[in-house]
């Protein structure tokens, strides 16, 4: 079989830190390439660089298709070579009809004029490519299910000749029966030539249909190897393969009264069900770790507490032994909650502002006579956490999008600290920051924990998770899959419950 | 690395620069221009769209737009003028009403675009029609005139010269005290701070300019009393947007609104309030507007919304949200009017001042955007 597709030697850097070191990925003509790896292991900042998402002189290395270089400097050009990515958010335009999203920017027509029957024909053609026959090319794109965009997305795709798919968990929202599908067809596909690199962490998936999978972690190729060669743990084993060193400063104090219960918890968000029958609890001056993948309902969770989501509940939430359900986060602040969200850039701080703005926001109201903001104690306060958490600035007048990834993750922590929480969420606290900080909200976590706040974390880090939690709770899909002591959790076991796995 | 506040004295200082320049090329093209007199009008003038505009910038900080403050002044007035003229009201009940009817529209104007989720632009477009029909609805389509001396005052008076100087006294004390305790503060926080004398030298320049101002506007009838409620406003809610939680919740809405929810603000209420705010002050816009021209007409404050937003974005404001100073609204009103002064001075026809004035809007904006673009 001929390579198909080499990617030789790619690093690429952000802002010093490094996401992809070195990585080589080769793929052969008609072939099902899986990539696996933990959550920020550089498996979709990969998948940029080919699409031409991160334009070429941005990354170091080659990348070649059918032994031509390569120098994508758009997503047009790697389109012409092509190369299609299908992202997980579907790129559909709903009210549009079929033919016309097969069609998009690559329109059927003459001197301007759209030739509608040309694209009906042919539109027609594509979706028997893929299974969808029986649609017909006027419909609308919102009448369809999801697993069926799905597929219009990969024959659309195939419309602008592209001979090498990128799915970014194509079956992430797909039930059973879609994902069969969607995957029946990838097979016949392979067998016209057309190449696949298959993003999952469905490892049965990745079992299945693959021939070859690639591993990486922390940026890095692990191993390539063909399917049949591999099993399942072993490839586990390849995406959290770690040792667990002296990174985390963990100290353990003694069990206390329990701060947070919840019971019997379901969520959902118009008809969708987001959790399911989720029971924990959590004790003060205890940490709290929630592992799962992407999409596992582990935010969602967090939200639904902070009373941030305000969808149809069953079930209690108890909050220092009294049955709470939070209509605004003002409400769980004032109880004592406290979120640090995933995405401090999105929804944590006020990019614009100054890093004394920021820290005070969520406490402004204590700090005011009459509404009278009294700055002196704005600022006195805020400065005992800029010293406490070593925010490193010229002046607390800078506006936040000045500092690092470590800086502004500080300055969200700060902001919550500020609320004096008892209970403090944490979603994904150390995301995209460097060692030295990520040391740092480590040793700022165990402060809080003696001081007896209850602290929920979130990570997808598996060395995290085991490394700062006392107990490891795992979900998938927005059930509870195990609890771990945290002397009983290994990266294996946790992996295994979140990808859906029988708990050994 | 530039400090915030020192990019918004860029801004300050730009836009001053260019009314200089302004004026300059009127005063050079028409001897009148420069007169106090003239000046003196120029100040009335502009004192409508100003505090329209106070109110439109925390509107467009948080993320939003009111096109009906237009139709609010005619409305407004017109009330006014009706109370007065039809009903023999006294001019402070009127005063009052005409205010509390202004809240009143800002409550639900607000309410729909907070609570019922109907974007701003639409629920103020239709605003816009709305009053503009009950305008011409309650007035039957007359002119209604002539209004009370004592109502006229707020649109026509000027505060009586020795008063003048009691308030540019009283400011200047004012302003010191402000001063002495942001140093004293900032030194207290290890900030960069100015030395004392140069404190000093700062406050005895802004008095001067403050007493030459009276002294000048005094050699002609004093100052303008509606200039004189655009100042008041101005230092209000720059005070109401800079120190309280309020204000400070405001601007953390425009810059981020899920962060903003996330911390606890209650967006809702607050976007009501801006409304509220707004339109409360469309109504004394509306007060003063009918006080100058002595008489509501049908077609009184067309366009005016047009002629706010723009002074807001003159000086600064994003309308992207997060970001405006009141200040900043006031000099590009200020702008404006030089404009509109300057031409009709000159009799320029109507048809070339909406031209410049348009293409001054989008050469503001693009310097602001080329400028930024530059320094980042």
């Known amino acids: 079989m001929t390579i198909a597709l080499q990617m030789k030697q790619i690093t690429k850097k952000f802002a010093g830190v490094t996401a992809l070191d070195h990585v080589s990925l080769s793929v052969k003509e008609g072939e099902i390439h899986a990539l696996c790896g933990e959550n920020g292991a550089g498996k979709s900042t990969l998948m940029k660089v080919l699409s031409g998402l991160y334009p070429f002189g941005t990354y170091e290395g080659d990348i070649y298709i059918r032994e031509n270089k390569q120098c994508f400097r758009s997503i047009k050009d790697a389109e012409h070579a092509g190369i299609a990515i299908i992202y997980q958010e579907l790129a559909l335009v709903k009210q549009m009809t079929l033919a016309e999203n097969l069609f998009i920017g690559n329109e059927r027509a003459k001197s301007g004029i759209i030739d509608t029957t040309q694209s009906y024909h042919e539109a027609q053609k594509w979706l028997s490519t893929v299974g969808l026959g029986k649609l017909h090319p006027e419909q609308t794109v919102e009448d369809l299910g999801i697993g069926e965009q799905q597929l219009v997305e990969i024959a659309k795709a195939l419309a602008k000749d592209a001979s090498i798919l990128i799915l970014d968990e194509p079956t992430a929202a797909l039930t059973e029966k879609e994902s069969r599908i969607l995957l029946n067809i990838l097979g016949q596909l392979k067998k016209r030539g057309v190449s696949s690199i298959y993003i999952s962490h469905k490892l049965s998936e990745v079992t299945s249909i693959a021939d070859t999978v690639t591993v990486l972690r922390d940026g890095k190729t692990v191993t390539t190897c ?19 060193d002296q990174r985390f400063p963990k100290i353990k104090i003694p069990a206390q009264d329990v701060v947070l219960k919840i019971r019997h918890l379901s969520v959902w968000r118009q008809k969708k069900q987001l959790l399911h029958d989720l029971s924990f609890q959590v004790h003060h001056g205890e940490i709290l770790g929630i592992a799962g993948l992407m999409g596992s309902g582990r935010s969602e969770l967090a939200l ?21 359900q939070f209509k605004h986060p003002a409400e769980a602040i004032r109880a004592g909650l406290a979120l640090v969200t995933e995405d401090r850039k999105k929804t944590g701080l006020i990019l614009n502002q100054s890093i004394l703005k920021n820290l005070s926001l969520a406490h402004l109201a204590h700090l005011a006579k009459w509404q009278w903001v009294d700055e002196n104690r704005e600022i006195q306060e805020s400065y005992s956490f800029i010293e406490k958490l070593k925010i490193k600035s010229r002046t607390f007048e800078d506006p936040v999008a000045t500092l690092s990834g470590g800086n502004q993750q500080k300055v969200v922590l700060g902001k919550w600290m500020m609320t004096q929480p008892q209970v403090l969420i944490l979603d994904e606290p150390t995301r995209g920051v460097d060692v030295g900080a990520k040391y740092e909200l480590y040793q700022q976590m165990n402060q809080l924990v003696k001081e007896g706040i209850a602290i929920i974390m979130i990570s997808s880090e598996l060395p995290e998770i085991i490394g700062m939690s006392d107990r490891i709770m795992v979900m998938a899909e927005g059930r509870k899959m195990a609890e771990f002591e945290t002397d009983e959790a290994t990266p294996e076991r946790i992996m295994q419950a979140a990808t859906g796995g029988k708990v050994s | 690395m530039i400090s915030n506040r020192f990019k918004l004295d860029l801004r300050a200082y730009s836009m001053i620069t260019a009314i200089i320049v302004i004026w300059t090329l009127f005063a050079i093209l028409d001897p009148n221009f420069l007169t106090i007199r003239n000046l003196s009008n120029l100040l009335v003038q502009m004192s409508v769209t100003s505090i329209l505009a106070i109110g439109m910038v925390l509107i467009i900080v948080t993320g939003n737009i009111d096109l009906s403050v237009g139709s609010l002044v005619g409305l407004t007035g017109g009330i006014a003028a009706i109370l007065q003229v039809w009903y023999g009201w006294h001019t402070i009940p009127v005063i009052l009403l005409t205010l509390l009817i202004g809240a009143m529209i800002g409550f639900i104007q607000g309410w729909w675009i907070a609570y019922r989720a109907v974007p701003a632009f639409i629920v103020t477009l239709g605003g816009m029609l709305i009053f503009r029909g009950v305008l011409t609805g309650i007035t039957k389509s007359q002119t209604i005139a002539p209004l009370d001396e004592s109502f006229k005052l707020i649109g026509q008076g000027y505060l009586i010269p020795i008063f003048g100087y009691f308030i540019a006294a009283l400011a200047s004390i004012l302003i010191l005290l402000i001063m002495i305790k942001r140093r004293k503060n900032r030194i207290r926080y290890a900030f960069t701070s100015t030395s004392q004398s140069m404190t000093y030298l700062i406050w005895f320049l802004i008095c001067i300019s403050i007493f030459a101002f009276v002294f000048f506007i005094n050699q002609y009838q004093g100052v303008p009393i509606p200039f004189m409620a655009v100042i008041f406003l101005a230092c209000i809610f720059t005070f109401i947007a800079k120190k309280t939680v309020f204000g400070r919740q405001v601007y953390a809405i425009g810059g981020n609104p899920e962060a903003a929810f996330l911390s606890g603000i209650p967006i809702k209420k607050r976007i009501l309030t801006v409304f509220i705010l707004g339109n409360t002050l469309a109504a004394i816009a509306g007060l003063i507007l009918t006080a100058r021209v002595n008489a509501a007409t049908v077609s009184a404050g067309t366009m005016y919304e047009l002629d706010a937003i723009a002074a807001c974005v003159i000086g600064g404001t994003s309308l992207m949200g997060g970001v405006g100073t009141i200040t900043g ?16 001075l000159m009799n320029i026809d109507s048809f070339w001042q909406l031209i410049v004035k348009g293409s001054i809007l989008i050469l503001a904006v693009w310097f602001d955007i080329y400028s930024q673009r530059k320094t980042a």
């Open chain 1, 304 to 324: 639904h507490l902070f009373g941030a989501h305000n969808g149809k509940q069953t079930g209690q939430v108890l909050f220092n032994g009294q049955v709470v």
């Open chain 2, 329 to 344: 609204a006031i000099i590009g009103a200020l702008v404006m009017a030089s404009l509109d002064n300057g031409m009709s």
């Open chain 1, 226 to 244: 063909p399917i049949a060669h591999t099993t399942e743990p072993e490839i586990i084993h390849h995406m959290v393969g770690r040792e667990l």
